[in-house]
C-alpha cells in the first residue's frame, strides 16, 4: 500500500478555480464517505483552506489511486476534468510523506512560517478520524507530520517574524500609533483574513468592530472578540470612529471612497487612520493615499514587506528542510513493514497448516506410535518449520524496507500461493 496525494495550490491555480473547488466544514463527512466507496481507496483525508484542496489517500496501485483521486474531485465539484487536470500536481511514496510535512509545518504556504495551515490540517485530521476515513497508515502519518512540524517550530526560527498579512498589519499599524491598547479596529468583511486580523489585533488590546453585507456575520464574528456588528450600509456613521481600518470583501467596487475617508478625518479632527486593503479586486479607493492623516497599504504593498522578511529565512528553511527529510525514511520503512505483515502471517499459517496436516497423517498410520512418541513427532515438526521459515521470513521482513520491496512480497505470495 502506498501514500498518495492530490491536489492544488496558490501556486498551481487561480483563485477563481479554487473558490469553486473548495469544500465547506459541514461537506466533509458526505465527500470522504464517497471517496472510499472509489475503487482501491482504503483510507483518505480531505484538507480544504482558502490556499489549497489536497486529498491524502491510502490505496494498492497509486497509479490508479492518482487517477482515481482526480476524476472524483471534478465530478465531486461540478468541474470538467480538462479544466481541472492542468492544475492538479500529485505526490506518491516518499514523495507525498515529505509533502504532507512541508504542508504541516507551512514550508509550502503563501506565508512560510504561518501557524493557520497546521491548525487547519490538525482539524482535517480530526473530522477523518471522526468519520472513520483515517485509519492504521494517516493516523500514524499526521501523528508524525504534526511532531516534525512542532519541531520544526521550536528548534528554528522559521516563525521568528511576523510574515503573515495580519501580523505585518498590526507591525505597521504599531509604526503609526505606537502602542495599540485602546484603539480600534473596523473590519470590513467576515472572512478567514478579517479574523486572523482580529485575532492579531485583540491581543494587543485594539477594540473590534466588523461591517459586513450579512449582518449576522458581523455580528457573530464582532461577539467572539467582545465587539460589535454592524451592516455595510451603516459604514459612513461608524468610520469616523475606526482608528484601523482592515477590508476583505467581496465586492467588485470601492466601498470607501477619498471623500469618505476626508469626512470622517474632519470628524476625527484630523486624528489619523490606518487603511489596509486586503480585497482582490480592492475595496478602498487607491485615491485614499492622497489624503492627509490616512496610511493606506494593499495587498501588493504588504506581500512585499512579506517577501522582504521571508529573504531572512533561508538558513531556516534548510535546516526545517533537513528534519523533515530525516523523517521521511522512518515513515516510509514503517510501512513497507505493515505492507509485508499480512504476507508472512500467511506463509507461517500456510506452512503449520500443512506441518499439522502432515503430521496428523503420521500419527493415523502409525499404529504402536505411544503418547510420548507422538509429542516427540509433533515438536520435531514444528521445530523443522520454524527453522525453516526463519531465513525467509527475516529476509522477506527486511526486503520489504528497500525501495522495490513490494516485488519480493508480491513474488512470495505467487511463489507459496498465498492468493
Known amino acids: 500500500m502506498k501514500l498518495i496525494v492530490v491536489g492544488l495550490n496558490h501556486k498551481t491555480t487561480p483563485v477563481a478555480l479554487r473558490e469553486r473547488l473548495a469544500f465547506a466544514n459541514e461537506e466533509y463527512p458526505a465527500a470522504l464517505s464517497n471517496l472510499l466507496q472509489q475503487e482501491g481507496m482504503q483510507e483518505g483525508l480531505l484538507l480544504s483552506t482558502c490556499n489549497r484542496v489536497e ?22 465539484r461540478s468541474v470538467d476534468t480538462d479544466t481541472l487536470l492542468p492544475h492538479l500536481y500529485h505526490h506518491i511514496g516518499n514523495d507525498a510523506v ?19 495551515i497546521l491548525g487547519q490540517m490538525k482539524q482535517a485530521y480530526r473530522e477523518a478520524v471522526a468519520i472513520g476515513s483515517a485509519r492504521t497508515v494517516l493516523n500514524r502519518y499526521f501523528h508524525l507530520a504534526f511532531q516534525v512540524a512542532k519541531q520544526i517550530r521550536t528548534e528554528t526560527q522559521i516563525a521568528r517574524h511576523p510574515v503573515s498579512i495580519a501580523s505585518v498589519a498590526v507591525t505597521l499599524a504599531r509604526k503609526i500609533f505606537g502602542e495599540l ?8 468583511g467576515a472572512g478567514e483574513m478579517c479574523e486572523l486580523a482580529a485575532r492579531h489585533l485583540s491581543a494587543q488590546g485594539v477594540r473590534i468592530r466588523v461591517a459586513n453585507r450579512t449582518l449576522s456575520r458581523a455580528q457573530a464574528l464582532a461577539e ?23 477590508s476583505s470583501t467581496g465586492s467588485t467596487l470601492p466601498l470607501v471612497s477619498a471623500a469618505m475617508v ?3 478625518l474632519k470628524q476625527r479632527r484630523q486624528r489619523p487612520q490606518f487603511y489596509i486593503d486586503i480585497a482582490v479586486p480592492r475595496d478602498l479607493d487607491p485615491k485614499i493615499s492622497d489624503v492627509d492623516n490616512a496610511f493606506l497599504y494593499d495587498i501588493d504593498d504588504l506581500a512585499k514587506i512579506v517577501a522582504d522578511n521571508q529573504k531572512d ?12 527529510l530525516g523523517a521521511v525514511p522512518s515513515f516510509s520503512q514503517w510501512l ?23 503430521v496428523a497423517k503420521a500419527i493415523a498410520g502409525w499404529s504402536d506410535l505411544n503418547p ?25 521482513r527486511q526486503l520489504a524496507t528497500e525501495a522495490d520491496g513490494s516485488r519480493y512480497v508480491d513474488a512470495t505470495r505467487k511463489l507459496f500461493e498465498l492468493e
Open 55 to 76: 486529498i491524502y489517500a491510502v490505496c494498492g496501485d497509486p497509479d490508479s489511486g492518482v487517477a482515481t483521486v482526480s476524476q472524483w474531485l471534478a465530478q465531486s
Open 224 to 246: 467572539s472578540f467582545q465587539g460589535q456588528g454592524y451592516a455595510l450600509d451603516e459604514l459612513a456613521t461608524i468610520l469616523p470612529q475606526a482608528d484601523i481600518i482592515i
Open 262 to 264: 476626508r469626512a470622517a
Open 313 to 324: 529565512r533561508s538558513r531556516e528553511m534548510v535546516a526545517a528542510e533537513g528534519m523533515i
Open 336 to 358: 513497507e513493514t505493515l505492507e509485508v505483515v499480512p504476507t508472512l502471517v500467511a506463509l507461517r499459517q500456510k506452512m503449520e497448516q500443512l506441518r499439522d496436516q502432515e
Open 372 to 396: 510420548e512418541g507422538q509429542k516427540r513427532l509433533e515438536s520435531m515438526a514444528r521445530l523443522l518449520v520454524n527453522k525453516i521459515l526463519h531465513s525467509p521470513l527475516s529476509q522477506l
Open 181 to 188: 491598547d485602546g484603539h480600534s479596529c473596523l473590519l470590513l
Open 98 to 116: 515529505q509533502h504532507g510535512m512541508r504542508v504541516a509545518a507551512s514550508l509550502d504556504s503563501l506565508v512560510v512560517g504561518e501557524a493557520q
